[in-house]
Nanobody, 120 residues
């Protein structure tokens, strides 16, 4: 089993910054991918950014140049630095871990979510 705990959400004015953290614990395999998703009221949960255990990153177009995803494999922790925040970034942000076992089977885990609210 894997547990994911997010922190760092809150209320910030447009143009401000926040840093989210996601601490993973449990049976984590070396080959895995982590990501941040967000879900605004009445909308689906969408990928914001992802990072593999090897450090390859991917971003949705709307956050490119503003958000930076990173991870510390030694601490099993992932981060999302969010700069130049916009009101449309308001959502619950979820941490995800796709854990790939030695047989290649992937099991996905989710954190409980952290609220990010950007005021105008």
């Amino acid at each position: 089993q894997v547990q994911l705990v997010e922190s760092g959400g809150g209320l910030v004015q447009a143009g401000g910054s926040l840093r989210l953290s996601c601490a993973a614990s449990g049976s984590i395999y070396s080959r895995n991918s982590m990501g941040w998703y967000r879900q605004a009221p009445g909308k689906e949960r969408d990928l914001v950014a992802s990072i593999t255990s090897g450090g390859m990153t991917n971003y949705v177009d709307s956050v490119k140049g503003r958000f930076t995803i990173s991870r510390d494999n030694a601490k099993n922790t992932m981060y999302l630095q969010m700069n130049s925040l916009k009101t449309e970034d308001t959502a619950v942000y979820y941490c995800n871990l796709d854990n790939r076992n030695p047989l290649g089977l992937v099991k996905s885990y989710w954190g409980q979510g952290t609220q990010v609210t950007v005021s105008s």
